[in-house]
């Protein structure tokens, strides 16, 4: 099964959809090729674990691993 593949946990999903609720209501997100996302879309393609929805997870849990681990702020001081 390759990443793309798998299935969100019931955990992650709810993470991600409340992550994706605080946002602003006027808040898009573009993803590559696919095109741009109102938030509440992002949310109906989280919930419907579609390929966008699977994608959107994955960002968000990548970023969240990226914060924890200090690895964002490490690229982010990487030119100072």
Do not use: C, W
């Amino acid at each position: 099964m390759t990443e793309k593949d798998e299935k969100i946990s019931e955990d992650v999903k709810e993470l991600v959809i409340a992550r994706l609720g605080v946002m602003p209501s006027t808040y898009k997100l573009s993803i590559g090729n696919e095109g741009a996302f109102t938030k509440n879309q992002l949310i109906e393609h989280v919930i419907a674990e579609d390929r966008i929805g699977n994608q959107i997870a994955r960002m968000q849990i990548n970023f969240i691993k990226a914060l924890t681990t200090g690895k964002f702020i490490k690229t982010l001081n990487k030119d100072e």
